[in-house]
């Protein structure tokens, strides 16, 4: 295969000087989960990765898989007796040192969930499930290294929803209530309940110097190191609930929203936000902080400070869209556009940093946009769940206000009637298409002229239109769509609103096999693949209309279908894609994305793109689009999107946009330097200022419209330092280009 893709190289500075197989990842952190504090710092985690915030100047840093981290999806923040950071997910465990910034150590351990650590003596415990069953790892520095040791499970705990230390015991808040042991002198299967809470539901627990505070559903305790139990608040619904928190003698309840003190035995609310979602709640600095949905909060004197630095709010979108070399994000939270600004559906909070930049929009999207496409400056986004409609249209120029409603139902109250649209297209007249989940009275409907029409009375008997697939145009502009027996085409001429003539025509997947399509797309040369349970199939179309298949592929020798994609766990979630080169990509069951050339060979291999072989976020994937112009794909996932240059863009047919990077070239060097803008098919050399040729560059240095030179001769030797010419001379265009380059040997 004549493209080469390494997914060991790592994310620069912009566009202009990406190399192929760079990833940048596209992440919101503003949604904190936990945190701590120490030295004027506020460490939190999301779960795009670790952020701080430096209390003294106000500056935050992020780090994130692009710049040290291993995994995400983070859930849990604890420091250790070195000062390093635990950082908890429920893939794995990372250690982060804080003042070196790196990476000192990972355990993956087949964990499954995490609940948080504790230090004990010079040991980590982390409250873990491995393997269906809850207990605690345990971990051990040693000569300033950290060591694994052991994992103890407990086969009757359901889940431990916290772990905490005091009094030389490990604390469990559990399933089975709270339970406690010393880890040196007991299992943790023999650890017993060491309080009385009559009966009472625990909800959290939080040590503070000799204390040991419990919050219960109805009363809140201190368990001392006498191992008495005293009440501090009793009789009070505390159901609603998160946590608690106590420092130099106050204590603090938190709920979703609210956060409240104990005062000479009453329940004061002293901040409340219905709009801000608050997770944690910490003392640093004599001021109470926050870890909230909107990034960190400060409440001092009963006055809120919000902290957040201008980031997009959604960091799951549904569906993503490139507008004017600019990325677009949506879900049911809203909309983010790259700059960054941000629209919610909802109201935001109170108390927001002037420089989040963010304002609300009147109305909802329902549980999931199911599609997104674009037409002019319009944003079109069907809808799931939705009792706004089941598709609109969105200005983009004009602050996303709606331009157009589109309705699936006849009745259109949409008090009483929630809007699945699946997916929908536009055919090659501009008609918008829309079929509509768990809606057999009205499963097709098609908006034109401000007009709609219902196509169930135009359905041949017999035929019911599977919602849960897709629906798309080929070339002929005939509308391909699913039944419960195969394909169904629809053939019309004239107006769709009043047509002349009009076809349905049933096509099976498989000639004689009862298969039923996944997901399917037609090519720019008029192929409609499918995605089938079994692989990646492929049908050639023609303008016959009775006759719509000329070709079902891929076969064997014997003539058997042999998909592509085989042993992949494709599922109702699986879509496919084409780049601007006609490249097929696929995505799968959690299992990354699969890229299939117009030679029909594998790329970069078989096994895809994935989060393990690559710096993708996520193998959950819910959309991609690509930037023609600039050789970009951009993946959206449940962790953010992912930003790939790949060696598919639009055809370059100058010389005049060429960039040569790094500029000086240091030599010698891990990292080859990179001439980006090269038109297909050109030649290259690298020459002398008095024009004597040094090295002539060979299509193995080159990579789409990528070429690399390792500072060689064309025998082999490094060249000194120096000024370089580099000529690019392009026959099929027409065009070449000399440019120059600074070369420094060591």
């Given at each position: 295969m004549k493209y080469i893709f390494s997914i060991l190289l790592v994310i620069t500075a912009s566009n202009s000087q990406s190399r192929i197989g760079d990833f940048q990842s596209i992440s919101s952190f503003a949604h904190v989960r936990s945190a701590l504090f120490f030295d004027n710092l506020l460490f939190g985690i999301s779960q795009s990765g670790l952020i701080s915030l430096n209390t003294v100047d106000g500056s935050f840093e992020t780090v994130s898989i692009d710049n040290g981290l291993s995994y995400l999806g983070l859930t849990h923040i604890h420091k250790d007796v070195e000062d390093n950071l635990w950082i908890g997910s429920k893939k794995a465990i990372q250690v982060w040192d804080p003042q070196k910034k790196v990476l000192i150590n990972k355990f993956q351990l087949d964990i499954e969930d995490l609940s948080g650590f504790i230090n004990y003596k010079n040991f980590i415990y982390a409250a873990v499930k491995i393997n269906g069953l809850w207990g605690i790892l345990e971990f051990r520095y040693v000569d300033e290294k950290v060591y694994f040791r052991d994992f103890y499970q407990r086969s009757d705990l359901e889940n431990i929803l916290k772990i905490s230390h005091f009094d030389n015991n490990v604390f469990l808040l559990s399933s089975n209530g709270l339970i406690s042991g010393n880890p040196f002198q007991n299992h943790i299967s023999a650890w017993s309940n060491p309080v009385n809470l009559n009966n009472e539901t625990p909800i959290d627990i939080h040590q503070?110097?000799?204390?040991?505070?419990?919050?219960?559903?109805?009363?809140?305790?201190?368990?001392?190191?006498?191992?008495?139990?005293?009440?501090?608040?009793?009789?009070?619904?505390?159901?609603?609930?998160?946590?608690?928190?106590?420092?130099?003698?106050?204590?603090?309840?938190?709920?979703?929203?609210?956060?409240?003190?104990?005062?000479?035995?009453?329940?004061?609310?002293?901040?409340?936000?219905?709009?801000?979602?608050?997770?944690?709640?910490?003392?640093?600095?004599?001021?109470?902080?926050?870890?909230?949905?909107?990034?960190?909060?400060?409440?001092?004197?009963?006055?809120?400070?919000?902290?957040?630095?201008?980031?997009?709010?959604?960091?799951?979108?549904?569906?993503?869209?490139?507008?004017?070399?600019?990325?677009?994000?949506?879900?049911?939270?809203?909309?983010?556009?790259?700059?960054?600004?941000?629209?919610?559906?909802?109201?935001?909070?109170?108390?927001?940093?002037?420089?989040?930049?963010?304002?609300?929009?009147?109305?909802?999207?329902?549980?999931?946009?199911?599609?997104?496409?674009?037409?002019?400056?319009?944003?079109?986004?069907?809808?799931?769940?939705?009792?706004?409609?089941?598709?609109?249209?969105?200005?983009?120029?004009?602050?996303?206000?709606?331009?157009?409603?589109?309705?699936?139902?006849?009745?259109?109250?949409t008090t009483n009637l929630k809007f699945n649209v699946g997916d929908m297209v536009f055919d090659r007249q501009n008609n918008l298409w829309a079929i509509s989940l768990d809606n057999l009275s009205y499963p097709l409907s098609v908006f034109s002229k401000n007009q709609t029409i219902h196509l169930s009375d135009r359905l041949p008997k017999n035929n019911i239109i599977d919602g849960s697939k897709s629906i798309v145009v080929d070339n002929y502009n005939r509308i391909w769509m699913s039944s419960f027996s195969g394909l169904l085409m629809y053939n019309y001429s004239g107006d769709v609103l009043n047509p002349n003539n009009e076809e349905w025509v049933n096509v099976p997947i498989i000639d004689g096999i009862n298969r039923r399509a996944l997901n399917y797309k037609v090519s720019s040369d008029n192929t409609l693949w499918i995605i089938t349970s079994y692989g990646l199939i492929y049908k050639k179309l023609r303008a016959q209309a009775d006759q719509p298949v000329t070709e079902t592929g891929p076969l064997t020798s014997s003539g058997s279908i042999n998909p592509y994609f085989q042993n992949i766990p494709f599922d109702q979630s699986s879509r496919i894609y084409f780049d601007p080169s006609g490249n097929l990509w696929v995505t799968s069951n959690n299992e990354g994305i699969f890229v299939l050339d117009t030679q029909n060979e594998y790329w970069p291999s078989s096994n895809g793109i994935n989060s393990s072989n690559s710096k993708l976020l996520s193998n959950n994937i819910s959309d991609i689009k690509f930037s023609s112009e600039d050789g970009l794909v951009f993946i959206s996932t449940d962790l953010g999107v992912s930003k790939l240059k790949i060696p598919f863009k639009s055809e370059i047919k100058k010389t005049n946009t060429i960039t040569i990077f790094p500029s000086p070239f240091v030599i010698p060097s891990n990292r080859p330097m990179v001439i980006d803008g090269v038109p297909q098919r050109s030649s290259i050399q690298i020459m002398s200022l008095n024009g004597n040729k040094i090295k002539t560059l060979s299509p193995s240095n080159m990579n789409g419209y990528q070429a690399t030179w390792n500072g060689m001769d064309d025998h082999g030797a490094y060249v000194g330092s120096g000024i370089y010419l580099v000529l690019i001379i392009n026959k099929k265009h027409n065009t070449s280009s000399i440019e120059k380059i600074a070369v420094i040997k060591n």
């Open positions: 503070s110097k000799e204390s040991l505070y419990i919050l219960s559903s109805n009363s809140i305790y201190r368990f001392t190191i006498e191992r008495t139990l005293e009440t501090i608040k009793d009789n009070y619904d505390f159901s609603k609930m998160k946590g608690i928190m106590a420092s130099n003698g106050d204590i603090f309840t938190f709920s979703d929203t609210s956060i409240f003190q104990i005062l000479d035995g009453d329940v004061s609310p002293i901040y409340s936000d219905q709009n801000l979602q608050i997770n944690s709640i910490i003392k640093g600095d004599n001021y109470l902080w926050t870890a909230t949905s909107f990034g960190f909060g400060r409440l001092n004197n009963n006055t809120y400070n919000s902290f957040i630095y201008n980031q997009p709010i959604i960091n799951n979108p549904d569906a993503i869209e490139i507008y004017n070399n600019t990325l677009i994000m949506v879900n049911k939270q809203g909309i983010s556009i790259d700059g960054w600004t941000n629209y919610i559906t909802s109201k935001p909070p109170r108390s927001i940093s002037n420089k989040f930049q963010i304002s609300s929009i009147p109305y909802n999207f329902g549980e999931k946009i199911s599609k997104s496409l674009i037409l002019e400056d319009l944003l079109f986004l069907s809808l799931n769940s939705s009792q706004t409609a089941g598709i609109v249209s969105l200005d983009i120029n004009n602050q996303f206000s709606i331009v157009s409603k589109y309705f699936t139902y006849i009745d259109q109250d």
